[in-house]
């Protein structure tokens, strides 16, 4: 009978356990009381029968350790890759500090624009993003890394999706073909990190794959929001190599299970290929198709430490506390086409504008924005033309947004067209049919009105996105 040790600071998923017991397992506990009692009574430990469990588990990436993250034959569940909090060197390791024979010290990672963070010890809080696809190393890279990084712990969103698996209903999760496509688990993935760097501190290392631009956006640029620097890593190993270690797993003793997991981690493989233009373009990259764990996690410590794997150049915009007014303002070309922009920080395409600042006229905001956005300057103050009520919706505050009328660009204008790194990544006008597959729903209802009015020559009075009075 194989042993599994269940070593952890939280308690971990009773499905989980009762898993890890039906397939044989003898799960001792440390350091928890109250995992080593219910392991206890557990059938095949004990005697205490528990509810049977609504998923099946499957073993970790390269098969060490057991997850409590996705779920496997179900819909949308990829065979998770889960387990507990890891914890780095603690240590302090800084300049004037010989470290132990053999560690690697890291003693401080390059900051937003060139600037130091400091000493990991002294308090920065830091994300080392592990990126790639399914079978690419990721989980053992990370746990190899947290031996080279004081002060580090691994923190794995498999774990919330897991928890939602028990949280919302069946037929919510039936309307998704993967946790990542649930608004709510890339918002627990933003705020689990944030309140795990403010229990712990130091550097969290996330090994997740996330192959859709719009939700590196979302989740990258809201953890900006709260301060936190992340340095994004992708994995990427040759794909003839991945499919000989994808073809090469065998974690679970079930032939069945082992053959699911090889289907999903095979059929993940052209939706990866589709992104590496975007995944390359932001991620400091590492090819470990000859590397080891240990040596792949040393070549990504090695890139932190030289400044090569830079944070993300994210916009740090804070999260609102309150509802806002934000103004908006629309730009043509000859051919009448809108101007949009494609925010680093969250999903979606946007026009140029922004949130107005106490004391500060809308129109002049709307201005603002758009020279700060894209470097014009416009001679006149915008036209406006609707006022729209945005519904509450958490953990957003809504409010009111502007849309303003800022005129023609010519060819000139045009070539003076300038982006910010961190906050805009392009720019492109559109038709009213095409700017419908780039805006969120919300945002394109907004913009159709917005034409309407310009071509009426009348200012819309909306309550979310519905024209009143």
């Known amino acids: 009978m194989a042993g599994v040790r269940v070593v952890s600071h939280v308690l971990p998923g009773l499905a989980l356990i009762r898993e890890l017991v039906a397939r044989g397992h003898r799960v001792t506990s440390t350091g928890v009381p109250s995992v080593a009692g219910l392991i206890e009574k557990m059938p095949g430990a004990g005697g205490l029968a528990l509810p049977a469990s609504p998923l099946p588990f499957a073993a970790e990436e390269e098969g060490h350790g057991l997850s409590s993250g996705r779920h496997t034959g179900v819909r949308g569940g990829r065979p998770g890759a889960a387990h507990a909090p890891v914890r780095g060197a603690p240590a302090p390791v800084g300049p004037s500090t010989e470290a132990a024979p053999g560690a690697r010290p890291v003693v401080s990672v390059a900051g937003c624009c060139g600037q130091s963070t400091g000493a990991v010890d002294k308090g920065g809080h830091v994300i080392v993003w592990i990126n790639g696809t399914f079978g690419a190393g990721k989980s053992t890279t990370a746990r190899e890394l947290v031996g080279l990084i004081p002060h580090s712990t691994v923190f794995d969103p498999e774990h919330v999706g897991g928890a939602l698996s028990t949280l919302l209903p069946p037929r919510r999760l039936a309307e998704v073909d993967d946790f990542q496509d649930l608004p709510i688990w890339r918002r627990l993935v933003v705020d689990t990190a944030a309140a795990l760097l403010a229990e712990v501190g130091g550097v969290l290392v996330v090994p997740m794959t996330l192959l859709r631009q719009e939700y590196r956006d979302e989740i990258f640029g809201g953890l900006a929001a709260r301060r936190i620097d992340v340095r994004h890593v992708l994995l990427a190993p040759e794909e003839t190599i991945l499919?000989?270690?994808?073809?090469?797993?065998?974690?679970?003793?079930?032939?069945?299970?082992?053959?699911?997991?090889?289907?999903?981690?095979?059929?993940?493989?052209?939706?990866?290929?589709?992104?590496?233009?975007?995944?390359?373009?932001?991620?400091?990259?590492?090819?470990?198709?000859?590397?080891?764990?240990?040596?792949?996690?040393?070549?990504?410590?090695?890139?932190?430490?030289?400044?090569?794997?830079?944070?993300?150049?994210?916009?740090?915009?804070?999260?609102?506390?309150?509802?806002?007014?934000?103004?908006?303002?629309?730009?043509?070309?000859?051919?009448?086409?809108?101007?949009?922009?494609?925010?680093?920080?969250?999903?979606?395409?946007?026009?140029?504008?922004?949130?107005?600042?106490?004391?500060?006229?809308?129109?002049?905001?709307?201005?603002?924005?758009?020279?700060?956005?894209?470097?014009?300057?416009?001679?006149?103050?915008?036209?406006?033309?609707?006022?729209?009520?945005?519904?509450?919706?958490?953990?957003?505050?809504?409010?009111?947004?502007?849309?303003?009328?800022?005129?023609?660009?010519?060819?000139?204008?045009?070539?003076?067209?300038?982006?910010?790194?961190?906050?805009?990544?392009?720019?492109?006008?559109?038709?009213?049919?095409?700017?419908?597959?780039?805006?969120?729903?919300v945002r394109y209802d907004r913009l159709r009105w917005a034409l309407r009015a310009r071509e009426q020559g009348t200012v819309l009075n909306l309550e979310a996105g519905v024209p009143v009075g």
């Not at 299970?257 to 990866?272: F, L, N, T």
């Not at 430490?305 to 806002?324: D, H, S």
């Not at 002049?364 to 009520?389: H, K, S, T, Y």
């Open 243 to 441: 499919r000989k270690r994808i073809d090469g797993r065998s974690e679970h003793g079930d032939p069945e299970a082992d053959a699911r997991v090889r289907r999903w981690c095979h059929g993940h493989i052209a939706p990866y290929r589709e992104a590496l233009d975007w995944l390359t373009a932001d991620a400091y990259t590492v090819d470990n198709s000859s590397l080891t764990p240990a040596e792949a996690a040393r070549a990504v410590a090695d890139a932190v430490l030289a400044g090569r794997a830079t944070p993300c150049g994210i916009v740090q915009t804070p999260e609102p506390t309150r509802e806002t007014l934000a103004a908006g303002v629309l730009l043509f070309d000859a051919q009448d086409r809108v101007l949009l922009v494609d925010p680093t920080y969250k999903p979606g395409w946007e026009f140029p504008g922004g949130v107005v600042e106490s004391g500060e006229p809308p129109a002049r905001a709307g201005m603002r924005e758009v020279a700060e956005e894209i470097g014009l300057q416009l001679d006149a103050v915008p036209r406006l033309l609707l006022v729209d009520w945005e519904r509450p919706k958490p953990p957003g505050f809504g409010g009111m947004r502007l849309l303003y009328d800022g005129g023609r660009l010519d060819a000139a204008d045009t070539a003076r067209l300038r982006l910010p790194g961190a906050e805009l990544r392009d720019w492109r006008f559109v038709t009213e049919a095409e700017a419908a597959d780039l805006l969120p729903p």
